[in-house]
């Protein structure tokens, strides 16, 4: 047996594996879509979780424990009938009754269940599509709105903390050698003019103007579950990032995802552009969950919160550029230097419509 299907085997309930396969488009963690000899439940997703940036493993399973649980209870309090179908991935267990196994190399590895008759798509497809997408964000935020996120641990610490990105980019450049061209001068410009707003939101949250709440830490397009048959959003998945933190993260996560139709991997940089239609679609799909629990201080930070989402994964993966790679999976050596200039274009584009995308959020808050 392969040192893979070693692994999955310890997952698999005693059934043998019968296939084995990579799955998704992660960039931190390796996924795989395993099958099982079994009629009830005949496949589960494996991961190995990357320790490099996941340094507390375990208290990542346990934030994964505590939401599946608080969720599990909200939708069973749920008497009325009328919801739609939320699912919400198990943790399976291995043999050893353990939530994970390591390797003797200290790979580090879990298993969920797979949702049936669900399918992730990696780009935004149309206006309903957009709907959905936003639905998903508004439920999720709205089933753990009552979870204390003091139970979660931070397994992930300065994430999304912008500023201290821009820390960390600045030890970056002072070191790095730098490739000179047209595009790299044309990032570290963008860097350069938005320094001082990129406190934005840590700031607002420092005045004590917005709440940590319970967050998905990582709501993009492919990572909302939707069902093949009715196309309706039925669960978010990858939930490693659940941790406290602003929900403004999530919106401007969810919305710089959503509205780039041309998606993050593309080459045409050149031609990114924030779609405010697609805006307006999964933020009134978002609203429809959610608005119950967003104050008018919400409200106040929600552009920025878009711009700044959007700018920060440009800095992350410029960042990473320059430092030779070490944190997102590339497929060639600029690759991240691609993703970056992808996310600025997208950020300039959001700046350059900001009265569009606030009458946006007006009209669909009143
Ligand atoms: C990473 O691994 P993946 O693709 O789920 C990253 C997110 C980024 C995303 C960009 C823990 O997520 O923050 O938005 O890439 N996750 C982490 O595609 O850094
Ligand atoms: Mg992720």
Known sequence: MDRLTNIAQQFAASRPVTELRAFGSGNINDTYLVTIASDREPQFVLQRINTHVFQQPALVMQNMCIFTEHVCQQLQAQTDGLERRWAVPRVLLTLANQDHWVEPDGSYWRAISFIDGSETIDLIQDIEHGREVGYALGRFHHLISNLDPALLADTLVGFHITPQYLADYHQVLSTATIAVSEQVDYCLKFVRDRQAWARVLEDAKNDGKLPLRPIHGDPKVNNVLICTTTQQAIGIIDLDTVKPGLVHYDIGDCL?????????ETKEWEQVEFDTQMCRSILAGYLSQASGFLTEDDYAYLFDGI???????????????????????VKYPTH???????QFKLTASIEAQEPIIRSIINDLRA
């Open 256 to 264: 710089r995802s959503g509205c780039n139709p041309l998606g993050e």
């Open 307 to 329: 711009r700044l989402i959007a700018f920060e994964l440009g800095l992350r993966f410029f960042t990473d550029y320059l430092a030779g790679n070490v944190y997102f999976k």
């Open 336 to 342: 991240n230097l691609d993703r970056a200039l992808v």
